[in-house]
């Protein structure tokens, strides 16, 4: 009847869970629905563009699309079985065997300690207790053994993978085109800093989550059989099965708020980081107000979703205490009282009640550690079901990345109605381009377009076609409006972005050199300011000496900065500690130094005075670099000998330099 009466109580207590799931995901349905639902907001137009940037989402479950990514990136952070990465997991993998047995000999020597206790044999006691207290020292390492294996475990994995992702990341232009040319990835950043580190953590964490519980059940198992009959352990795996399918099906919708999440947190952290890059000009107007509304709009919506998620893993924790730990105790209890309770059983008939309760606590204590592990094992696809998030963004940078590569792009158009008038500007849509059409042909001291569009990442046709040929010696000036297409010249010779058709004859990209008008500055030395991007090493086996980049410096009026910075060597922050127009001199004596064929300067000389840029001008013909030069003044139009102007309707005119250039270029 006791029996009876217990397995009525774990008939309610089922129920009762099973309702719970039933009212949670009805609650859960009603939330998405409001979450798609929200209204929008002003404030967060901007940031809405960037979230929905890529409007499909990864499928996340646990399934075999899943199974698939995790063998996929398996190799890549394991790339061999004589790594440290395997003998990490091999590490992790002997102590969870020795830790098991650990276990199995602390109940054994605590059920005798316990056993001498209760017979008053303090000979025995003392004995007993001293190879408890001595077996201390091996259970303490064993156990810090095995948490250090599982953090180098994952330390690994996130170094094996991070720098195959920045191989592909860094290959190329694709940093520049991932966040350019395509637009299924809005945040990088987070995908390779934190979303990568959660993913190594996660899936080192789930092989010690599962290992362990698994060697519990094989061990404890094998163990009780022989004690309290095979129908013990059946008992509890039969519960595991049960249990781990009701769980599962609870348990669907993490898997797509960590998606949700990890996504706003990236758009948090972009809402942050273009305070930071544009800090100057938002101050100049005076937008704090604006860019606090965009902000705490942004971080709203991050909160929102972290509340429904722990609102949601709150009932879950509910779920998985009563179905994972409670109820499988339970089972447990009923399990192991049988051959005690049960006075027709033979096992305990000639036994004395100090035999009789040594044995309980043995086989009770054994029991209960299986019905941990299997706790532990249905709690493991909480995890894995968090783990598959991270791992549909790890794998989607992974093929956007490839897809780069390989120069596949996914872009989503802007309609006919957006972004200006259908007069002004044709839809790539209506033309016979396509982002690779265009063939690039290598030729030295000859820059040529032949037939080729100029196109915007967005599909607007700037120039449908363009045609000139630019040989070494030709100095050319490029003039037109804003948004005319100067831009998209230099970006398609720069081989930023894809051609759309025609032919393009120029040198390597190693050749070409282009100078903006904030010249970037590099983390590290003076030297590496003006040698970037080569470094030390390079800068040495070309045989350059400190003494000819003094001259370069010297050429842009900078020799000063040597002594004033204390030196080649002197690491400063270079953005705040050189002027404007030091940078911009900086610049001028990288492109002296590396002496390109070809260099585009965009603006690159406003804030220097006009005796310094024209001995600049001069020394750059002296070297045999050909200028592409976008400027608005006048004096520099004696130091070229052709001019490109855009008049911002899709037309150009290409030709010398003479009176009438200057009065249409002005």
């Not at 629905?33 to 929200?38: D, F, I, P, Q």
């Not at 990490?88 to 020597?109: G, Q």
């Not at 447990?332 to 009282?337: C, E, N």
Request: positive net charge; glycine residues 6%; proline residues 3%.
């Amino acid at each position: 009847m006791a029996v009876v009466s217990k397995l009525a109580g774990v008939s309610a207590l089922l129920s009762a869970v099973c309702a719970l799931a039933a009212v949670r995901a009805y609650l859960s349905k009603r939330q998405d629905a409001h979450s798609l639902a929200r209204p929008s907001k002003p404030e967060l137009a901007a940031v809405d563009a960037v979230s929905k940037r890529h409007n499909r989402q990864p499928k996340v479950a646990v399934d075999a699309v899943f199974f698939a990514r995790v063998k996929r990136l398996l190799p890549i952070m394991i790339p061999g079985v004589f790594t440290k990465e395997m003998g990490f997991i091999v590490l992790v993998a002997v102590m969870l065997l020795a830790r098991t047995y650990c276990d199995l000999w602390i109940i054994r020597i605590s059920t005798t300690i316990e056993g001498t206790i209760i017979s008053r044999n303090p000979s025995a006691f003392r004995t007993n207790l001293f190879w408890f207290i001595l077996g201390m020292i091996p259970v303490a390492c064993v156990n810090s053994i095995l948490k250090y294996g599982l953090v180098e475990m994952s330390i690994c994995f996130r170094e094996q993978l991070t720098k195959s992702l920045y191989r592909e990341y860094l290959k190329g232009f694709t940093y520049y085109k991932i966040s350019n040319l395509d637009n299924r990835i809005s945040n990088a950043d987070q995908l390779l800093t934190q979303d990568v580190d959660k993913f190594c953590q996660s899936i080192a964490e789930l092989y010690s989550n599962i290992s362990k519980p698994i060697l519990d059940i094989i061990i404890y198992s094998s163990k009780l059989s022989g004690a309290i009959g095979a129908q013990g352990p059946l008992s509890m795996l039969g519960y595991l099965a049960v249990s781990g399918v009701f769980l599962t099906w609870l348990r669907r919708p993490t898997a797509r708020y960590t998606v949700q999440e990890q996504r706003l947190e990236g758009e948090f952290r972009y809402v942050n980081s273009r305070l930071i890059t544009n800090s100057e000009e938002i101050a100049f107007y005076q937008g704090n107000e604006k860019e606090q509304g965009v902000i705490l709009q942004t971080f709203a919506r991050l909160i929102a979703q972290l509340r429904k998620s722990q609102q949601f893993r709150f009932t879950m924790g509910i779920a998985d205490s009563i179905v994972a730990k409670y109820m499988a105790t339970v089972v447990g209890f009923l399990v192991v009282s049988r051959p005690f309770l049960d006075l027709t059983h033979t096992r305990h008939q000639n036994s004395s009640s100090n035999d009789i309760m040594e044995d309980y606590y043995r086989s009770g204590r054994m029991l209960m550690n299986l019905a941990t592990a299997v706790g532990r094992l249905v709690l493991a696809g909480r995890e894995l079901t968090r783990l598959s998030g991270f791992t549909a963004r790890v794998t989607e940078l992974i093929d956007v990345l490839q897809d780069l590569n390989e120069g596949r792009y996914v872009r989503t158009m802007v309609s006919n109605n957006e972004g200006g008038s259908s007069d002004d500007k044709k839809r790539v849509e209506d033309q016979q381009f396509r982002p690779g059409a265009g063939q690039l042909i290598e030729v030295d001291h000859l820059i040529k377009f032949e037939d080729v569009p100029l196109v915007t990442p967005n599909g607007d046709v700037l120039v449908k076609s363009i045609n000139f040929t630019v040989r070494s010696g030709m100095n050319v000036l490029v003039c037109g409006p804003n948004g005319c297409g100067k831009s998209s010249l230099f970006r398609s010779l720069g081989e930023l972005w894809p051609l759309f058709g025609g032919k393009l004859y120029k040198p390597n990209k190693d050749k070409l050199f282009y100078i903006p008008q904030r010249p970037y500055m590099t983390l590290g030395t003076l030297r590496d300011q003006v040698v970037y991007p080569h470094s030390l090493a390079q800068l040495r086996k070309l045989g350059v000496t400190d003494e000819i980049l003094l001259e370069h410096l010297n050429n842009v009026s900078l020799g000063y900065l040597v002594d004033r910075e204390g030196g080649w060597d002197a690491v400063k922050d270079w953005m705040d500690v050189l002027s404007g127009g030091e940078k911009q001199r900086i610049a001028m004596a990288r492109l002296f130094y590396h002496r390109p064929q070809f260099a585009i300067l965009d603006e690159c000389t406003s804030a220097v005075s006009m005796d310094v840029e024209g001995f600049m001008y001069t020394h750059c013909r002296n070297l045999g670099i050909t200028l592409f030069t976008v400027s608005h003044r006048q004096s520099l139009w004696k130091y070229h000998e052709y001019a490109l102007v855009f008049d911002g309707r899709g037309n150009y005119k290409f030709h010398p330099i003479d009176e009438n250039t200057e009065r249409f270029g002005s």
